[in-house]
């Protein structure tokens, strides 16, 4: 029975890049509404960032951290807030309506309801990435064992 | 308050999953709230249209930069219909979904269904109406796998690849329009491609051939009708409800006739592809139907053989012809989920759906017969069932036309299809068995709650046509002959 995940060198790399690649996704998302990128570009950056844990380190070791239970709550909080968001143009009086003060044009805190919108997207896209993965992940595991039988 | 019919089950979706996690039960109770909310809204939305067309623009940017919803006759009758039969297909799956394991999974996917089916029919921007149209395509493909074994895998695997051509060359096909007019709103398309030159006549009509194609597919009418004798018998009964009474209608026939007639312009030879479309459609589908013995395969035929008179009443392209063809269309979606139910209710009582194993059941399931009775008399067109009347109204229509030849394939269609009723009635209801069927008990109250509410709107739709017609079906068909017009009376001017 050998240890599970990767080698000592892909582990240690993981370990080193997994939280840049994490912060890269955040400075993403956050950055949405002024440069290239937004909710979808980063939810699958920090996505990728555990899946590359799940890779490196085995399915157990990732899903310590963020369990299937949190990453459905997670993605069903994402749309939830998107929908929220759309709500909260009503007490403008109108659907979708960006009723939050706008801001200078190209700095951080501008543009109203966007930059909450990239949030709500991003929980939403990056948990579903992930669920997608995992459940991938265990419908490889049976198929596996029966090949070992072999 | 447009909105309100996207908003409701798309937060409902949402909820579920969550709110499900600390109370079992809570799943089934938003869920039929939710549809429960949409019949009012819908049934109250007839009343906001007697003061004209209403739009809402979204974050209240106009068209043409921003997106619109917009309420006139044709998405009212798509409203109610759409969220009636939700409503009482989520009612039925209240006793029907304890078969299956995940009940907050299907409520999930059932909200979001209705979200997307609700969408397309408010929609007043053919992107949007895109999107929505994807939302209801994914969520029916997963509900049609809903059972996971290898039947439901096989047919959702097979609607996943037809309807996902269809997805693509309805979007080829607003990908040109956008590129030759530079806009997706319904109304600005409509007046830009009038205005333009004659170079977008070309573009017209390749886009014309494209959603004829990716439409059809939806509908599946019959030249491109493979994958629904497989998908709708594979779901789970009030899905397959929803897929033959709403989904096909919404999805294929609403949003073909919305880009035909208020977008591209209805021409000539349009009316024709149309009439042998419908032709075509009903005489294959009931000839296949006939010899069919799987009950729930039998009846999706008759889909395809049903859809075929509604197409063919719309492009005969008369008002009486119209009129006829969406009158069908809505009591099709009465009475063939009322059958869907039907079937759903045998199968959850004797655990199977073949008709040569079935027998006798008009003494132990006295409600299920009955009704499934009303039903079959309707489809088959008996007066003084709903069937009959919009049947009627669509070979007069036909006759007038000067279309004699497809008016005698109505009437004959109509006679085959009440022999291939007579089969199911014979051999599911009357017939005696010996011994087979004993023990086998009535299907629970809420689904006998839902199946008897549809039989006594068959009974009402046909008694009461003539006021139905003019609250209902008149302004809708009044809103695809306006044609072109379209566009003035949403823009303004």
Same mark, same amino acid.
């Given at each position: 029975?050998?240890?599970?995940?990767?080698?000592?060198?892909?582990?240690?790399?993981?370990? &080193?890049?997994?939280?840049?690649?994490?912060?890269?996704?955040?400075?993403?998302?956050?950055?949405?509404?002024?440069?290239? =990128?937004?909710?979808?570009? %980063?939810?699958?950056?920090?996505?990728?960032?555990? &899946?590359?844990?799940?890779?490196?380190?085995?399915?157990?070791?990732?899903?310590?951290?963020?369990?299937?239970?949190?990453?459905?709550? &997670?993605?069903?909080?994402? %749309?939830?807030?998107?929908?929220?968001?759309?709500?909260? %143009?009503?007490? %403008?009086?109108?659907?979708?309506?960006?009723?939050?003060?706008? =801001?200078?044009?190209?700095?951080?805190?501008?543009?109203?309801?966007?930059?909450?919108?990239?949030?709500?997207?991003?929980?939403?896209?990056?948990?579903?990435?992930?669920?997608?993965? &995992?459940?991938?992940?265990?419908?490889?595991?049976?198929?596996?064992?029966?090949? =070992?039988?072999? | 308050?447009?909105?309100?019919?996207?908003?409701?089950?798309?937060?409902?979706?949402?909820?579920?999953?969550?709110?499900?996690?600390?109370?079992?039960?809570?799943?089934?109770?938003?869920?039929?709230?939710?549809?429960?909310?949409?019949?009012?809204?819908?049934?109250?939305?007839?009343?906001?249209?007697?003061?004209?067309?209403?739009?809402?623009?979204?974050?209240?940017?106009?068209?043409?930069?921003?997106?619109?919803?917009?309420?006139?006759?044709?998405?009212?009758?798509?409203?109610?219909?759409?969220?009636?039969?939700?409503?009482?297909?989520?009612?039925?799956?209240?006793?029907?979904?304890?078969?299956?394991?995940?009940?907050?999974?299907?409520?999930?996917?059932? +909200?979001?269904?209705?979200?997307?089916?609700? *969408?397309? #029919?408010?929609?007043?921007?053919? @992107?949007?109406?895109?999107?929505?149209?994807?939302?209801?395509?994914?969520?029916?493909?997963?509900?049609?796998?809903?059972?996971?074994?290898?039947?439901?895998?096989?047919?959702? $695997?097979?609607?996943?690849?037809?309807?996902?051509?269809?997805?693509?060359?309805?979007?080829?096909?607003?990908?040109?329009?956008?590129?030759?007019?530079?806009?997706?709103?319904?109304?600005?398309?409509?007046?830009?491609?009038?205005?333009?030159?004659?170079? +977008?006549?070309?573009?017209?009509?390749?886009?014309?051939?494209? $959603?004829?194609?990716?439409?059809?597919?939806?509908?599946?009418?019959?030249?491109?009708?493979?994958?629904?004798?497989?998908?709708?018998?594979?779901?789970?009964?009030?899905?397959?409800?929803?897929?033959?009474?709403? #989904?096909?209608?919404?999805?294929?026939?609403?949003?073909?006739?919305?880009?035909?007639?208020?977008?591209?312009?209805?021409?000539?030879?349009?009316?024709?592809?149309?009439?042998?479309?419908?032709?075509?459609?009903?005489?294959?589908?009931?000839?296949?139907?006939?010899?069919?013995?799987?009950?729930?395969?039998?009846?999706?035929?008759?889909?395809?053989?049903?859809?075929?008179?509604?197409?063919?009443?719309?492009?005969?392209?008369?008002?009486?012809?119209?009129?006829?063809?969406?009158?069908?269309?809505?009591?099709? +979606?009465? $009475?063939?989920?009322?059958?869907?139910?039907?079937?759903?209710?045998?199968?959850?009582?004797?655990?199977?759906?073949?008709?040569?194993?079935?027998?006798?059941?008009?003494?132990?399931?006295?409600?299920?017969?009955?009704?499934?009775?009303?039903?079959?008399?309707?489809?088959?067109?008996?007066?003084?069932?709903?069937?009959?009347?919009?049947?009627?109204?669509?070979?007069?229509?036909?006759?007038?036309?000067?279309?004699?030849? *497809? *008016?005698?394939?109505? #009437?004959?269609?109509?006679?085959?299809?009440?022999? +291939? @009723?007579?089969?199911?009635?014979?051999?599911?209801?009357?017939?005696?068995?010996?011994?087979?069927?004993?023990?086998?008990?009535?299907?629970?109250?809420?689904?006998?709650?839902?199946?008897?509410?549809?039989?006594?709107?068959?009974?009402?739709?046909?008694?009461?046509?003539?006021?139905?017609?003019?609250?209902?079906?008149?302004?809708?068909?009044?809103?695809?002959?306006?044609?072109?017009?379209?566009?003035?009376?949403?823009?303004?001017?």
């Amino acid at each position: 029975m050998k240890e599970a995940g990767m080698s000592l060198i892909v582990k240690r790399i993981t370990k &080193i890049t997994v939280s840049l690649i994490f912060l890269y996704g955040v400075y993403i998302v956050l950055h949405g509404h002024i440069t290239p =990128g937004g909710g979808f570009a %980063g939810g699958v950056i920090i996505a990728l960032s555990f &899946i590359h844990l799940v890779l490196a380190f085995g399915k157990e070791a990732a899903l310590k951290r963020l369990n299937e239970t949190a990453v459905s709550a &997670i993605e069903s909080l994402g %749309g939830l807030l998107f929908w929220g968001i759309a709500l909260l %143009g009503l007490l %403008g009086g109108v659907f979708f309506l960006n009723i939050l003060p706008k =801001g200078r044009i190209f700095h951080l805190f501008s543009s109203g309801t966007i930059v909450l919108c990239n949030i709500a997207i991003f929980l939403k896209v990056g948990a579903g990435l992930f669920a997608i993965f &995992i459940a991938l992940a265990a419908m490889r595991m049976p198929a596996e064992k029966k090949e =070992g039988k072999k | 308050m447009l909105p309100i019919f996207v908003i409701i089950p798309l937060g409902c979706a949402f909820l579920i999953p969550i709110a499900s996690k600390w109370r079992k039960g809570s799943a089934q109770i938003l869920a039929n709230l939710a549809g429960g909310l949409l019949l009012l809204f819908s049934i109250k939305s007839i009343f906001w249209l007697k003061t004209g067309i209403k739009l809402y623009y979204l974050g209240g940017w106009k068209p043409p930069f921003g997106i619109a919803m917009a309420l006139d006759g044709m998405t009212v009758l798509m409203l109610i219909v759409v969220n009636l039969i939700g409503c009482l297909a989520l009612v039925y799956s209240i006793d029907y979904i304890k078969r299956y394991t995940s009940p907050a999974l299907y409520y999930t996917l059932f +909200s979001l269904l209705l979200a997307g089916l609700n *969408g397309v #029919v408010v929609s007043a921007d053919l @992107f949007n109406l895109f999107v929505f149209l994807e939302i209801t395509s994914i969520a029916s493909y997963a509900l049609v796998a809903f059972g996971t074994e290898a039947e439901e895998l096989e047919a959702s $695997f097979k609607y996943l690849v037809l309807g996902s051509v269809a997805s693509i060359l309805i979007l080829l096909a607003i990908g040109m329009l956008l590129g030759s007019v530079s806009t997706l709103n319904m109304a600005d398309i409509s007046r830009s491609l009038a205005a333009s030159s004659s170079s +977008s006549k070309d573009i017209i009509l390749y886009c014309t051939a494209l $959603f004829i194609m990716g439409f059809g597919l939806k509908t599946a009418l019959v030249p491109f009708h493979a994958w629904l004798p497989d998908a709708h018998p594979a779901a789970p009964a009030p899905m397959s409800a929803m897929l033959s009474g709403v #989904v096909i209608k919404t999805i294929g026939v609403y949003a073909l006739c919305r880009v035909v007639f208020n977008i591209l312009g209805f021409t000539q030879m349009i009316s024709s592809i149309f009439i042998w479309l419908g032709i075509i459609s009903m005489l294959v589908g009931v000839l296949l139907a006939i010899g069919q013995w799987d009950f729930k395969r039998l009846l999706a035929y008759h889909s395809i053989s049903q859809i075929g008179y509604v197409i063919f009443g719309i492009g005969l392209g008369t008002p009486l012809g119209i009129m006829g063809g969406l009158f069908h269309l809505f009591n099709h +979606s009465l $009475f063939k989920s009322l059958l869907f139910l039907n079937a759903g209710s045998v199968e959850y009582s004797t655990g199977t759906r073949q008709l040569e194993k079935l027998g006798g059941l008009s003494k132990q399931m006295p409600v299920t017969s009955a009704t499934s009775l009303i039903a079959s008399l309707s489809i088959a067109g008996i007066p003084p069932f709903c069937g009959f009347w919009s049947k009627l109204v669509i070979i007069i229509a036909a006759f007038q036309a000067n279309n004699i030849a *497809g *008016g005698v394939v109505c #009437v004959l269609v109509g006679i085959i299809t009440l022999a +291939s @009723f007579l089969k199911i009635q014979k051999y599911v209801f009357i017939r005696k068995v010996e011994e087979a069927m004993a023990g086998v008990k009535e299907a629970p109250l809420y689904m006998l709650f839902s199946m008897a509410v549809l039989a006594v709107l068959c009974v009402a739709a046909g008694l009461l046509f003539l006021p139905f017609m003019d609250t209902i079906i008149k302004p809708a068909s009044d809103a695809l002959l306006e044609g072109l017009n379209y566009a003035g009376l949403i823009l303004g001017t």
